[in-house]
């Protein structure tokens, strides 16, 4: 990614330093809690592993393998489930060979493999998260991981030392582990979370110009992951709870923007069900449900997916058509321009070509708003600071004085400012409020209402 005009040069140039402000400030964390729960995951470890090592199934492991037995050797534990216990292997390389990752055992319904898996999660909570963040604490409790702009490919931010946007999320066992361990720098501030809501979704409208897209994504009444997770899962609306709505986005709007199909989507979202226990808002497991709506089996579901997408299509046909031109003109050109004012040369699939001219414009709008957000701070409130980002979200530490002003100024600069800076955002801009006096994992939503937010 080339900046080719002034603009995209200048929002590299105050993103860096925007960045180093956050990375300086640094989060703080609590050291004692976060000792205690290593303590508790080694000895949490240590149970599994004697409970999977006295399972029949070790048994006959250790029959196969004898002294060279080895619960971490993952083609062993393939060769055991797949070809000694007769297992399906619904995943595997380019070449036929079984995969050994952990979507691979998920998909596995044998006890032992499920205790497996857990264990093998925790381990790398453990280390990655767990122990890698206190290593990397300082001698007064702060935390300061970097945040770059120029290693990812889609043109978004990463983080490092640690990485502080890849923390469990979804498994909301071990995220709670790690979350935990973030605190409000003193007992006058809250952590605040302040997202984009349906940033990228909003963005590939203003790319595509699609017309169905941007009404869909102008009108507060409508929620295209919210809808798309219904007809996938065969809900009524008001059946999606918050994590099924989760899994419609990131496993079916988004990757059939970006190019995948129905065999892949459908695999994704049926597996789904079982690995996050997703259930209607009344508690029904949706497989159950799925099995109420006359569809039994993953093969049955996959073309019901297969109906969702071609209603897709035909509901946003100006995307539909577009994409086909924009990959010509790709071929002919060697390159292609994003709104932001840069130019992307190189050799790009055909998914990081849908991918790159959406995700990118959306991240920039993240990005300018954290640098005016972190800007206006520094001069009017600087009590309360940015300290952190991931994706469509920008981190602060506030102090509960200056909540109200926060919230109000930079919700301008998200949803007003912005737009005025680009014309080419044809969408209006929303954002979501989550915050916490406690930790990063207790945050609550905050509503607001003439100016004023309430929640915490």
Known sequence: ?????????????????AFA?????????????????????????????????????????????????????RQQLANIVFNHLGYECKHRTDTGAEKT???AFEEVDLPFVKGWVDCEKLKRTLST??????????SDGFLHPFFNLHLATTYRSSS???????????????????????????????LVEIDYGALEFRGAACFWKDPKMIAYASDPTLDIHRDMAAECY????????KATRGFG?????????????????????????????????DGTCLYTHLKEQGVHSKEQYLEQVKLVEARFNERFSHWSQEKDKWWADYIRNGEFPLMTGFVCRGIYSSNNLMNTPIQGPSFHLMLWSLVEANNWLKINLPRSMVIGQIHDSMYLDVHKDD??????????????????????????LEVEVDASAENWFAKKPMKEKAGRWTGV
Request: proline residues 5%.
């Open 1 to 17: 990614m080339i900046p080719a005009t002034p603009e995209a040069f200048k929002l590299m140039m105050d993103g860096s330093a």
């Open 21 to 73: 402000d956050m990375e300086e400030r640094g989060m703080r964390i609590d050291v004692t809690y976060l000792k205690s729960t290593i303590a508790w995951a080694k000895k949490k470890i240590a149970e599994l592993t004697t409970k999977l090592q006295a399972d029949p199934t070790y048994t006959l492991w250790r029959k196969i393998y004898g002294s060279d037995s080895d619960l971490g050797k």
């Open 101 to 103: 990752d952990e979507e």
């Open 129 to 138: 998260d767990l122990i890698g963040t206190l290593k990397l604490t300082d």
């Open 160 to 190: 490092s030392d640690p990485n502080f946007q890849n923390k469990p999320n979804r498994d909301q066992r071990l995220a709670k582990l790690i979350r935990q361990a973030f605190i409000p720098r003193t007992p006058d501030h809250l």
């Open 234 to 241: 065969l809900l009524k609306k008001d059946q999606v709870n």
């Open 249 to 281: 986005k990131n496993k079916f709007v988004f990757p059939t923007l970006y190019g995948s199909w129905y065999k892949n989507t459908g695999a994704h979202l049926w597996e789904a069900i079982r690995q996050a226990h997703l259930t209607r808002a």
């Open 403 to 428: 909540l109200q002003d926060v919230l109000n100024q930079i919700k301008a600069i998200m949803t007003v400012d912005v737009r005025k800076h680009w014309d080419w955002v044809v969408t209006p």
